[in-house]
């Protein structure tokens, strides 16, 4: 692989994914411009039967192990569970952070389409809570996800800032790398495996094991893009 032009792509392909807002259980605006960037590389794909989306890069001597790199689609965010005459309650989906929840907060709703509308997230009175009020002018439905209300992607002094890098920095950079395995394959099959819901209990993940997707010698590499953890390294070794 060409890391500099890979890099430089796998930019690219951030900024298609980064227009897309999604939480866990609504990934569908990520998973159709995946599809839509798979379909214009040529390489060919699946939908599973839960959503996660499968791609595959033939290798050059079916011998070799495949190797599977997997990303998730999902980032943290809120579902509407509540409505009691006009106050609407969400509930925080994934690993929101506790201070996102005792503060007030912008955000925003979006559908199917992508259509966004600005709402507010307020505090409970139970500090305990992982659910907020919301504010909004538009009409919420029960089921109605939100997603803080911060930039799709910028990029700055060479640093990244984006609502959802984890994961789609993990998406893009399987994808820019399946373009370029495809223009050179490799003696091993590579698969590009993009999941639901793992920010909930990798529940995308774990249904595609459960469900055997992939041949069992498959060998796996999470790619995240998560917050740095004390004493472990950037380049010190696989993490």
């Known amino acids: 692989v060409n890391t500099k032009q890979s890099t430089g792509r796998a930019i690219q392909i951030l900024r298609l994914l980064g227009k897309n ?9 990520v998973s159709l411009q995946i599809k839509s960037i798979l379909t214009t590389m040529g390489i060919p794909f699946v939908l599973d039967d839960y959503g996660n989306v499968v791609a595959k890069v033939a290798g050059t001597n079916s ?3 495949p190797i599977a790199f997997v990303a998730h689609m999902d980032h943290p965010g809120f579902e509407v569970v509540e409505d009691l005459n006009g106050v609407v ?21 979006f559908d199917s389409s992508g259509a966004r509308v600005l709402c507010r997230l307020e505090p409970l009175p139970d ?3 992982r ?5 909004s002018k538009a009409s919420l439905g029960i089921g109605t ?3 803080f209300d911060l930039p799709d992607m910028i990029v700055e002094n060479g640093t990244i800032k984006m609502r959802a890098l984890d994961d789609l920095g993990g998406c893009a950079a399987i994808l820019a790398s399946l373009e370029s395995i495809s223009a050179s394959p490799s003696e091993s099959d590579v698969y590009g495996v993009f999941t639901r819901a793992e920010e909930v209990g990798l529940i995308g993940a774990r249904l595609l094991s459960r469900e055997r997707t992939l041949p069992e ?3 796996i590499v999470s790619v995240e893009t998560s917050s740095l953890i004390p004493g472990v390294l950037q380049g010190g070794g696989p993490i």
């Open 63 to 65: 011998l070799e192990p």
């Open 89 to 109: 309650v969400a509930s925080a989906l994934g690993g929101v952070p506790v201070a996102a929840l005792r503060k007030n907060v912008n955000a925003f709703s």
């Open 217 to 219: 010698n498959t060998f």
């Open 145 to 147: 996800p939100i997603v």
């Open 127 to 129: 500090p305990g809570e």
């Open 131 to 135: 659910s907020v009020y919301v504010r």
């Open 21 to 29: 807002p999604a939480t866990s259980f609504y990934e569908r605006l």
